[in-house]
């Protein structure tokens, strides 16, 4: 049966892929940010389910309103400082969005009797991975301002899970890519530097492995999660269950690009924009998410990487990459 859904962090990279699959599934939206893109002002402009309103999660007043407004059925939270080095750089901002907008958005919901959000939350909660596949079980250890940011995140959900009957779901996803990927980090790199037959040299982290998901197959674990009638559990894993290597993810641009010459050292542990060592990282197990939600990814790397590649070559036919 198809519902209405306010999407929090809808004109982000993920959220305006969330906002158009539940289109396409029958649903309403309700799409909110800071400001409303271009992208998602367009297909307001052709989709009447499509609702798009500019509000800061940090403005009590404005959350409520779209709550009294709107009178959505359940929530996806996708709303947040995205990102290790983002996080790090703006500290504060990061506490204030990620964990103050969480708890006004928690506010307006049981305020308004909305039940259901499924939080976008992610692999950094875990901090160093303690072997090379980790369930949902695994400590919740982060390293990083950004997973302590969304750790917290997923706590409050808690409490008001048990105070106040929300179900707040967190669904914990791995480095998520994609065509026009926002951040400049691979693979996006490696595929620009290919496409524009540039060798690229990236001289650290060729060892790390770390479970790389497609951005299709994360919406689609999402929408399972918003979907299932009832859970048993609050948190799920949606990635791959494999963790290639960096220097296994230049090999996939290599063999999609004839002539690509993009290599990865192993000159230290990798640093995240050269800055911030990297937490240890491998596999999600997402057994949990196969069971109870029929969660099956579609994108193993290599397959991820030639669509990513498609929709890279296309955009740059009329435009220059940027």
């Known amino acids: 049966m198809?519902?209405?859904?306010?999407v929090t962090g809808a004109c982000g990279w993920l959220g305006t892929a969330i906002v158009a699959a539940l289109l396409k599934q029958g649903d309403a939206v309700v799409a909110t940010d800071l400001a409303v893109s271009p992208?998602?002002?367009?297909?307001?402009?052709?989709?009447?389910?499509l609702t798009a309103i500019a509000a800061d999660l940090g403005e009590w007043h404005q959350i409520m309103r779209?709550?009294?407004?709107?009178?959505?059925?359940?929530?996806?939270?996708?709303?947040?400082?995205?990102?290790?080095?983002?996080?790090?750089?703006?500290?504060?901002?990061?506490?204030?969005?990620?964990?103050?907008?969480?708890?006004n958005l928690f506010e307006a919901m049981r305020l308004n009797g909305v039940k259901r959000v499924v939080h976008i939350s992610t692999e950094e909660t875990y901090g160093d991975f303690l072997s090379p596949v980790i369930d949902e079980d695994h400590p919740q250890k982060p390293l990083s301002i950004y997973?302590?940011?969304?750790?917290a995140a997923e706590h409050y959900g808690r409490v008001y899970s048990r105070n106040h009957g929300l179900e707040c779901i967190n669904v914990r996803t791995c480095w998520v890519y994609g065509p026009h990927l926002p951040?400049?980090?691979?693979?996006?790199t490696f595929v620009e530097a290919a496409l524009r037959g540039e060798p690229f040299h990236q001289p650290e982290g060729g060892n790390l492995a770390v479970d790389q998901v497609y951005i299709d197959d994360t919406v689609a674990g999402v929408l399972l999660a918003l979907d299932k009638p009832q859970h048993r559990y609050d948190a799920y894993n949606i990635a791959t269950g494999v963790a290639p290597t960096l220097r296994d993810t230049a090999e996939a641009v290599n063999r999609a690009i004839p002539g690509a010459k993009i290599t990865v050292g192993d000159n230290g542990p990798y640093r995240l924009d050269g800055k911030i060592l990297s937490a240890v990282k491998?596999?999600?197990d997402i057994s949990r998410a196969r069971t109870e939600l029929g969660y099956v990814p579609r994108y193993d790397l290599q397959r991820g990487i030639e669509a990513t590649i498609a929709a890279t070559r296309e955009?740059?036919?009329?435009?220059?990459?940027?």
Do not use: C
């Open 2 to 6: 198809a519902k209405t859904i306010l």
């Open 39 to 49: 992208p998602i002002a367009a297909l307001a402009a052709q989709e009447p389910r």
């Open 66 to 103: 779209l709550f009294e407004a709107h009178r959505p059925e359940a929530v996806i939270h996708a709303a947040a400082i995205v990102g290790v080095i983002q996080a790090a750089d703006i500290p504060i901002k990061a506490q204030r969005v990620n964990v103050e907008g969480s708890i």
């Open 147 to 151: 997973g302590l940011t969304k750790l």
């Open 183 to 188: 951040r400049l980090r691979m693979p996006r």
């Open 282 to 284: 491998g596999a999600l």
């Open 315 to 322: 955009r740059m036919t009329g435009n220059s990459l940027s």
